[in-house]
């Protein structure tokens, strides 16, 4: 016996004795928003948003394209510094400056910029949702751990006491005042209690095991959490957390509730942007460029020779006709190419201009954009609708069960009173001999039944009361 118990308490310090840092539930629900990838992936959205935010709103300025192009035209081809017909062989390159800008649209631009707005501010509450879930999921991971250290600890005491009763029982039966019956009977009993302390055992080091997967923590490392006491976790009076109360704040609060109408309006932005598409926008645009080519360009060259040749015309004077006289030139024909810089300050062209366009038909698209966007908003409206109608009934449900829990609650406390009293007359009968082991043992487990019920009432009540908390969207009081 006194090396089954020695054998306990080792697997007792075995299971602690690997722990270093000791981690509050505060601790825990920080580590686990920092490190956790779905709010890392919630974090990457709400910044692709943001870009997509930004591209809306460039396209409010002008756009400004630089281009410079080169090439070689052989075979019958157009001069591009003459635009003329040329049978040479060209090399050629040409530089460009060209704006376009939007003056009117019917607003569209405006409405994709709120649109997109809108969608940012969704997908920055949506890392709140994010966050404000794994809280959740990390408080209610915390509190099993927290309640199945309690039943370990009550299942501890009571192994304790039925230790202290065999060994009491040994001492009457070895003076021969009680039967050996009686301590094989307090034996059994602390068997069953060391099984049920050694399961309560691998029931909180299963618990922990979940916490660490919930924060993402290799499973080897060391952990170990802090154990308030459960009356010590703060919770809200159930006069403050009235469904009504914490419907109307959840509606204002609660990311989800941001999210669906940030949605709405975003869409509502858009089905107007698209019904723009439908009427005639006018745009400004302007070009600067210039061009230059490698071609020789024929020079003619005349130079007079100071003699006179008589041409077919004739002039009258006095009744004789006289052919009129020319000067005589010598013309010479050269081919040059005119250079870079020169061509390209000759060839400088600028234009601007108004652009008006207007949709007569493109396949129906702009109208079918504008009808899947409408449909998009009632979708919207009834996902929101919907969703508070849920969110209005899991208020009512959660406060309702915060009510019987804390009902069920005040009962075990009821409970384990009325069982410590009966267990201290118990006791004392017992040690007159005047109480079976029997009856003594239903005693100690109607006590240790009752302690549990009240550990797992009490745990469940702080959960109910943490849960009409989250619903308030303010937050888990830590």
């Known amino acids: 016996m006194k090396y089954f118990v020695f054998c306990l308490n080792l697997i007792l310090i075995a299971s602690f004795a690997k722990a270093q840092e000791v981690w509050d539930l505060k601790t825990c629900v920080d580590y686990a928003i920092a490190n956790n990838i779905s709010v890392k992936q919630a974090d990457i959205d709400a910044r692709r948003a943001q870009l997509t935010l930004k591209a809306n ?3 409010q300025y002008p756009s400004l394209t630089f281009s410079v192009s080169g090439g070689v035209n052989s075979g019958r081809s157009i001069d591009p510094t003459t635009n003329q017909f040329t049978q040479q062989q060209l090399l050629s390159s040409g530089i460009s400056l060209q704006s376009g800008v939007t003056l009117f649209n019917w607003f569209s631009i405006k409405n994709n910029i709120a649109g997109a707005g809108f969608d940012a501010q969704a997908a920055s509450a949506n890392i709140d949702k994010v966050k404000n879930d794994i809280a959740l999921n990390v408080a209610v991971a915390y509190l099993q751990i927290l309640v199945s250290q309690e039943q370990a600890n009550i299942s501890r005491v009571a192994l304790q006491q039925s230790q202290q009763n ?14 050996e019956l009686n301590l094989a009977e307090t034996e059994a009993q602390v068997a069953r209690d060391s099984a049920t302390y050694i399961s309560s055992l691998a029931t909180v080091q299963t618990n922990i095991l979940n916490l660490k997967a919930v924060l993402n923590l290799d499973a080897a490392q060391a952990f170990q959490v802090s154990m308030p006491p459960l009356d010590q976790i703060p919770v809200e009076s159930l006069n ?3 469904p009504e109360v914490v419907f109307s704040l959840a509606l204002t609060n609660l990311p989800q509730q941001k999210i669906n109408d940030l949605r709405i309006k975003a869409a509502n932005k858009y089905l107007a942007a698209t019904k723009s598409a439908m009427y005639p926008s006018i745009g400004m645009f302007g070009t600067l460029g210039s061009n230059y080519a490698n071609n020789k360009i024929p020079k ?10 008589p041409t077919a015309a004739k002039v009258n004077v006095s009744g004789t006709d006289y052919s009129v ?3 005589e030139v010598n013309t010479s024909i050269t081919t040059s190419r005119t250079a870079y810089g020169v061509q390209i300050s000759d060839n400088f062209r600028q234009n601007v201009g108004i652009q008006l366009n207007v949709p007569i038909f493109n396949n129906g698209a702009a109208k079918l954009n504008y009808q899947r966007n409408q449909l998009t908003v009632k979708s919207l409206q009834l996902t929101k609708e919907q969703v508070d109608r849920t969110l209005k009934q899991d208020i009512y449900a959660a406060y309702n069960n915060a009510t019987n829990s804390l009902q069920r609650y005040y009962a075990t406390i009821k409970s384990v009173e009325t069982a410590e009293k009966a267990f201290s007359f118990a006791q004392k009968r017992y040690d007159l001999g005047l109480l079976t082991t029997i009856d003594y043992i239903t005693n100690q487990n ?3 039944r009752a302690k549990l019920e009240r ?3 009490q745990v469940d009540y702080v959960f109910r ?12 009081k830590l």
């Open 57 to 59: 709103q460039y396209n």
């Open 166 to 179: 065999y060994m009491n029982t040994k001492k009457r039966v070895d003076a021969g005042a009680l039967p």
């Open 240 to 242: 403050d957390l009235q």
């Open 300 to 309: 003619v060259t005349s130079i007079a020779t100071g003699n006179y040749i």
């Open 325 to 327: 006289l020319t000067p």
């Open 446 to 448: 109607n006590l240790t």
């Open 455 to 457: 550990a797992s009432a």
């Open 465 to 476: 009361m943490k849960l009409l908390e989250f619903y308030k969207g303010q937050g888990l």
